[in-house]
């Protein structure tokens, strides 16, 4: 099953507001990586996390590697109607010695102008 | 560079019916992989390939066959279409073959109905 968490599974926020989500795991990652997706497209990689307590930033995207290695978070400062969409996190998984990404269920942003 | 191809965009099918979903990339890339995508589940990896020749399972294969007899095309086969099949299909690739060190690249999607 999947092995990644993520909360919230929706917001609903008013442009200029800021945002957080974040994604947790019983495993530990190696790496972290946060995807976009916007209606009718495929996913698109936003920030990849590569260290544990990695802060890292994409314009007004902030991403961060937890300490632990079992949790990532994402913030979007001063939110604009183009960053409707929905985030996934992913990391790689090693299982029967081969290494897959797997992704969290998304959070679903609706940003109202 | 195209970057990573799907067709077709849209396909209806009946139960029982079989149909290829193709993917391409004229990246060189190393890895390809499919997911597929419902509804409050996120991306599920259906099959994997690391290079040329080489498959792999991943969280829900069954119903789906792969090959990968070029290092751009990795074509998802629907062998007996099941109304549980209904989604959208992603493919995606990345360049050295480990999921989490390179970025994966994703095509438009399919999107399926099973009647």
């Known amino acids: 099953g999947q092995q990644l968490n993520q909360s919230p599974q929706s917001m609903f926020i008013q442009e200029g507001e800021d945002v957080s989500m974040n994604c947790t795991s019983s495993?530990?990652?190696?790496?972290w990586l946060w995807y976009k997706q916007e209606p009718g497209e495929g996913p698109v990689l936003l920030i990849a996390?590569?260290?544990?307590?990695e802060l890292t930033s994409n314009g007004r995207l902030t991403a961060q590697f937890g300490i632990t290695r079992k949790d990532s978070f994402l913030n979007i400062s001063a939110s604009i109607p183009s960053d409707v969409g929905i985030y996934f996190c992913?990391?790689?998984?090693?299982?029967?010695?081969?290494?897959?990404?797997?992704f969290g269920k998304g959070t679903k942003l609706t940003v109202n102008p | 560079n195209a970057g990573v191809t799907q067709t077709p965009k849209f396909q209806v099918l009946k139960t029982g019916q079989s149909m290829t979903l193709q993917c391409a990339q004229d990246?060189?890339?190393?890895?390809m992989s499919w997911y597929r995508q419902d509804p409050g589940m996120g991306l599920r990896l259906i099959h994997y390939?690391?290079?040329?020749?080489?498959?792999d399972q991943g969280e829900v294969p069954n119903g789906y066959n792969v090959s990968r007899s070029t290092t751009e095309d990795f074509p998802l086969r629907l062998l007996s279409a099941a109304p549980s099949q209904t989604s959208v299909y992603f493919c995606?690739?990345?360049?050295?073959?480990?999921?989490?060190?390179?970025?994966?690249?994703f095509g438009p999607g399919t999107r399926l109905t099973v009647l």
């Open positions: 995606a690739s990345s360049y050295q073959g480990l999921a989490g060190v390179d970025e994966q690249f």
């Open positions: 495993s530990i990652f190696n790496t």
């Open positions: 996390l590569y260290k544990a307590g």
């Open positions: 992913a990391g790689p998984l090693t299982q029967g010695g081969s290494e897959k990404l797997v």
């Open positions: 990246m060189n890339h190393e890895y």
């Open positions: 390939s690391v290079g040329a020749g080489i498959t």
